[in-house]
């Protein structure tokens, strides 16, 4: 069966759904929390507060080993999932990543500087490393931006966003609990990817 893969990402986890095409239509696939930081790195949820009180040098080390090992975990994560998909016949053909608003480009420096921004930076942190990860396990990749849902909709489906959530609503009473917002999110990343991949 083909499928996609779609995320939603928070500070260091994401929601993750693989979606198949049946002669039905669309089903889930499987679903389930991923971990995006390692076991004891949880100061790595949140590398820029965790480097906000100290000597810049430090600091701006712990911000890049925070990034790399989003990163290197993302990469991982979606290697498992390749792995598991292959050994259940499953073809992923594109992977769909919600995400937010891109950040200026701001050095470390400057995002440190400034409270909100490094609210800003983590939150692109972690759906960066998926998209990352897609690509470094030569996953076709589609960044869906969630403050444009509804346009991307209108496009790939010719119809609103709020009729997707109700289709991805729909879809998880087959998958069961939990199934909350960000699953039915990353079911639409992966509906899109699907779509337009």
Avoid at 16 to 43: H, N, P, Q, Y
Avoid at 90 to 101: D, F
Avoid at 137 to 147: D, S, W
């Amino acid at each position: 069966m083909k499928v996609a893969l779609g995320f939603k990402a928070h500070s260091g986890w994401a929601a993750f759904v693989a979606m198949g095409k049946s002669k039905d239509g669309l089903i889930v696939i499987e679903r389930r929390r991923i971990e995006l930081i390692d076991d004891g790195e949880t100061w790595a949820k949140q590398p820029y507060h965790a480097a906000e009180h100290l000597p810049l040098p430090e600091a701006r080390k712990i911000v890049k080993n925070g990034i790399n090992s989003a990163q290197r975990v993302a990469k991982r994560r979606l290697k498992e999932i390749l792995i598991a998909c292959a050994n259940s016949n499953l073809k992923v053909l594109a992977c769909g990543v919600i995400t937010p608003e891109p950040m200026p480009n701001w050095s470390s420096d400057e995002i440190l500087a400034v409270h909100f921004r490094m609210h800003k930076a983590e939150g692109v942190l972690f759906p960066d490393a998926l998209a990352k990860g897609a690509e470094a396990n030569n996953i076709p990749l589609l960044a869906v931006r969630e403050k444009r849902l509804d346009d991307i909709s209108q496009k790939s489906f010719g119809r609103p966003v709020v009729d997707l959530m109700k289709y991805a609503t729909e879809l998880g009473r087959t998958a069961g609990p939990p199934w909350g917002k960000d699953h039915k999110l990353a079911t639409i990343a992966a509906m899109i990817a699907l779509k337009e991949i």
